[in-house]
């Protein structure tokens, strides 16, 4: 004996039904099988809503059962020929009269009962199972069609019934030894009461059917046939690597299922666990493919963690109270009130303290919840012992699932820590002795996210998938975009990141696309994208809530930098070319660096101060491991060390500085760089990261530019420093008479910072550096007289972008 069950979309036209049909021909050639059918897909939704419409005095309903009844009509006539489709046609019609006539008493009594409920939602599958035994036996198959509400019987739980084990055995045995038949169809779902009352065994409740028959006939196997794989590791509509798991013992299925896997009804592996049934789950529209097997015990791959499942629509009872430590009963009172008013208890946790019980429920039943728990303990509440109960709505469950948990170490502390680098606060915990599930409650908000962390964390080992929205599409923006593009794959194979483009932004437009921005054509996808709007931009980075996201600043403006507080709240770590932020009052600065800290994340500006060279990372190494600052001496500007590099009189200064600014080395405004404004920022984020307090105001700037060139535009500003060139002349000269160089020195020592233009003589180690190059000389209680020094290439896009690019790679690390 075989017991095969399809699902609704498995039987949801006459194309799928001819499919089913051939699966079972197949099937049964080897042993007596028993088919058990939903409703075709939608059905029973349809004729729950065409009841309520009725009950609501909507006369809409009529036109709900004609296109349930239209639905059948056409699939009888698609699947049996004419000249053999009068008697089916006639059963169907005699049935859809049937519904139409109880929804009929339905509108006039205004009242849909769950007894009535059960009845209108039982043709469903009356119809689709009668329509299916009457196609074999059109093929010439002797199929028997037996009506369920016959052989299960169950108390009167309308809506979710319980089954009388016994009884219904009894009857299923008692019927299989009077039929000859070796097919036979039977809906699911269904069945009735002792009073021949039609009740039903809960949505999803045709697999559970189908358990109760191989279990009463002690079948080899029991196959349910749905339109997925099998059961996958996660839900394959929001994790896009989730994958089918071959084989789960009985254990974790259940567990699965409770916890949300749709593919089981929760029900359904009792009775077959009893009988060491194997369950197979199986694809209607690709029955070639292994599927999952359902057993004892699983067969081992490796894996610790055979899935991942979540619940939504999640309430948390908190029944908390000083009263409570030391006395005994008040979990039994708690539960009590809670059975005895039908609440069903998803999940439990209570601290040693004692002073609090929390559980988990059904957010539907909280008003219900509420009521049955302050009545119960309403003396304790009025004597203050205990407080009123405590309710937080919004909240889902996500569980991780193996039997293997007990034996590995760390499983817990592994997920937990993936949710928290990803913000995903954990209200609540829960895990059996078994150790078979461990279960976090979090806010719905997160649950997606959350199930993809743990997916990744847990199942792919392949790649982690990283989100980047990037703010700056300009020269430095679109170096950095080619970089990622030609080191792409290099970082798939080496380093396992699949690096994806999810956000694009710059002063006109942006663009967000969930599967990624090809590198390819970005520009052409962003020039099409919607208008710019910064705010806009981060509400969609916070409301997609991705796994792993960055969020890379390649600007220079303030209002970017005014939002990194909003995404380092939500978790989402910053990378900043843009030195605006770190840069502002120390305030923010510091609310920066603590967001980060608090919400697991991390907040990069390496590219801040010397493009590439590793100055922020190097000083903070000095810093963890003990070392202390004296003194910082540096050349931080390479625009300004480009042009006293090259500027020898032989050339007006003017031609310098536009040469500067031809090879990409300014500002579009060239005077920001000269005056210095870059420098001081510079100093100031190096004095902040060694432990200083400093703000802007408080730095001592030497400039050497004449006060005329600092106003009117940028062509102005040329025509100035024409006319100034005995000025800069006169500078170069004074410094070649020493023997020196002039250079653009910025210094921090005694929480005290200054920038100017210095003569610089050739035993100094500022004196050789050479073209854009920059260098900072950290003087430390380790390197009290030979300075640590850092030396290199301190502007230009390819550079600057190259910096972005290793603070986007330590922020994947985290």
């Known amino acids: 004996m075989q017991v095969l069950k399809f699902g609704g979309t498995s039987v949801g036209s006459a194309e799928n039904i001819k499919k089913v049909i051939s699966i079972v021909l197949e099937k049964k050639e080897k042993e007596k099988t028993i088919v058990v059918v939903s409703a075709m897909s939608g059905t029973t939704d349809a004729l729950q809503n065409a009841g309520k419409s009725a009950a609501t005095g909507n006369e809409q309903f009529r036109e709900e059962l004609k296109v349930i009844e239209q639905r059948h009509l056409d699939t009888v006539k698609h699947l049996i020929p004419v000249q053999h489709q009068s008697h089916i046609l006639s059963l169907v019609k005699k049935l859809c009269n049937e519904i139409e006539d109880v929804c009929n008493g339905v509108y006039l009594l205004g009242e849909f009962s769950f007894r009535t409920q059960d009845r209108v939602m039982s043709y469903g599958e009356l119809l689709s199972s009668q329509i299916i035994a009457a196609a074999f036996n059109n093929q010439g198959v002797a199929a028997a069609w037996k009506d369920a509400r016959e052989l299960i019987q169950t108390n009167d739980g309308f809506g979710h019934a319980t089954v009388n084990m016994p009884v219904t055995r009894s009857r299923i045995k008692d019927f299989l030894a009077m039929c000859k038949e070796d097919l036979i169809i039977i809906p699911g779902f269904i069945a009735s009461n002792n009073h021949l009352e039609t009740t039903t065994l809960g949505r999803g409740g045709s697999d559970y059917s189908a358990a109760i028959l191989a279990a009463a006939t002690d079948a080899r196997v029991l196959q349910i046939w749905t339109d997925v794989p099998g059961m996958m590791t996660a839900d394959p509509r929001w994790v896009s690597g989730a994958k089918v798991i071959p084989s789960i013992s009985y254990q974790e299925a259940m567990e699965l299922s409770h916890f949300g896997a749709r593919v089981l009804y929760p029900p359904t592996i009792q009775p077959v666990l009893r009988k060491a049934i194997p369950v197979s789950i199986k694809n209607t529209f690709d029955p070639e493919a292994a599927g999952t097997l359902i057993q004892k015990k699983s067969a081992s791959n490796g894996n610790v963690i055979r899935g991942i499942s979540s619940i939504n629509n999640i309430a948390l009872i908190s029944l908390e109270g000083s009263g409570m430590i030391g006395v005994p009963g008040f979990s039994r009172r708690l539960f009590g009130a809670l059975s005895e008013a039908e609440i069903n208890v998803v999940l439990i946790t209570q601290g040693s303290s004692e002073h609090s019980i929390c559980v988990g429920v059904e957010e539907a039943v909280i008003e219900n919840a509420r009521e049955v728990v302050d009545e119960e303990f309403a003396d304790e509440i009025t004597l203050e012992k205990v407080q009123h109960l405590q309710v937080e709505t919004g909240l889902s469950i996500v569980a991780l699932v193996g039997e293997n948990m007990k034996s590995q170490p760390g499983i817990s502390g592994k997920m937990f820590g993936a949710l928290g680098r990803n913000g995903v606060n954990v209200r609540a915990i829960a895990q059996g002795s078994s150790e078979r599930n461990i279960s976090a409650v979090i806010s719905t908000k997160d649950v997606r996210k959350a199930v993809n962390v743990l997916h990744e964390e847990f199942f792919e080992t392949t790649r982690k998938e990283i989100h980047l929205f990037i703010a700056g599409t300009g020269n430095v923006g679109s170096k950095l975009l080619l970089q990622l593009q030609q080191q792409k794959d290099w970082l798939a194979q080496q380093m396992r990141i699949n690096i994806r483009v999810t956000g694009l932004a710059n002063s006109r437009k942006m663009l967000i696309n969930d599967e990624g921005i090809h590198f390819s054509n970005w520009k052409e996808d962003l020039s099409?994208?919607?208008?710019?709007?910064?705010?806009?931009?981060v509400d969609i980075i916070i409301s997609k809530n991705f796994r792993n996201a960055i969020f890379i600043d390649m600007t220079a403006s303030k209002k970017v930098a005014g939002v990194y507080d909003r995404l380092l709240q939500k978790s989402v770590s910053v990378v900043a070319c843009n030195k605006v932020a770190a840069s502002s009052t120390f305030e923010y600065y510091r609310k920066l660096k603590d967001l980060a800290r608090i919400h697991n994340c991390l907040y990069?500006?390496?590219?801040?101060?010397?493009?590439?060279?590793?100055?922020?990372?190097?000083?903070?190494?000095?810093?963890?491991?003990?070392?202390?600052?004296?003194?910082?001496?540096?050349?931080?500007?390479?625009?300004?060390?480009?042009?006293?590099?090259?500027?020898?009189?032989?050339?007006?200064?003017?031609?310098?500085?536009?040469?500067?600014?031809?090879?990409?080395?300014?500002?579009?405004?060239?005077?920001?760089?000269?005056?210095?404004?870059?420098?001081?920022?510079?100093?100031?984020?190096?004095?902040?990261?060694?432990?200083?307090?400093?703000?802007?105001?408080?730095?001592?700037?030497?400039?050497?530019?004449?006060?005329?060139?600092?106003?009117?535009?940028?062509?102005?500003?040329?025509?100035?420093?024409?006319?100034?060139?005995?000025?800069?002349?006169?500078?170069?000269?004074?410094?070649?008479?020493?023997?020196?160089?002039?250079?653009?020195?910025?210094?921090?020592?005694?929480?005290?910072?200054?920038?100017?233009?210095?003569?610089?003589?050739?035993?100094?180690?500022?004196?050789?550096?050479?073209?854009?190059?920059?260098?900072?000389?950290?003087?430390?209680?380790?390197?009290?007289?030979?300075?640590?020094?850092?030396?290199?290439?301190?502007?230009?896009?390819?550079?600057?972008?190259?910096?972005?690019?290793?603070?986007?790679?330590?922020?994947?690390?985290?």
């Open 528 to 537: 099409k994208g919607e208008e710019a709007d910064m705010d806009a931009f």
């Open 604 to 814: 990069l500006f390496e590219t801040n101060v010397g493009a590439a060279l590793p100055v922020i990372g190097t000083l903070n190494d000095l810093l963890r491991s003990g070392d202390r600052i004296r003194r910082i001496e540096a050349v931080l500007s390479g625009t300004l060390n480009f042009v006293f590099n090259h500027y020898d009189g032989s050339r007006s200064f003017a031609e310098v500085v536009k040469q500067a600014q031809d090879e990409g080395y300014t500002e579009p405004d060239p005077r920001l760089d000269l005056t210095g404004t870059d420098v001081l920022r510079k100093i100031l984020i190096l004095a902040r990261e060694s432990g200083s307090q400093l703000e802007m105001s408080d730095i001592t700037c030497r400039g050497f530019l004449p006060e005329s060139c600092l106003s009117g535009d940028v062509h102005h500003f040329y025509e100035e420093l024409k006319k100034q060139e005995p000025h800069f002349k006169k500078l170069y000269d004074d410094a070649a008479a020493a023997n020196c160089k002039l250079k653009f020195v910025a210094k921090f020592e005694d929480s005290k910072a200054v920038a100017g233009l210095e003569h610089i003589a050739p035993e100094h180690d500022l004196y050789h550096l050479y073209g854009k190059d920059n260098i900072v000389l950290f003087y430390t209680e380790r390197y009290p007289e030979q300075p640590l020094v850092i030396k290199g290439a301190g502007a230009g896009a390819e550079v600057t972008a190259s910096g972005v690019f290793a603070d986007i790679l330590r922020a994947t690390a985290s």
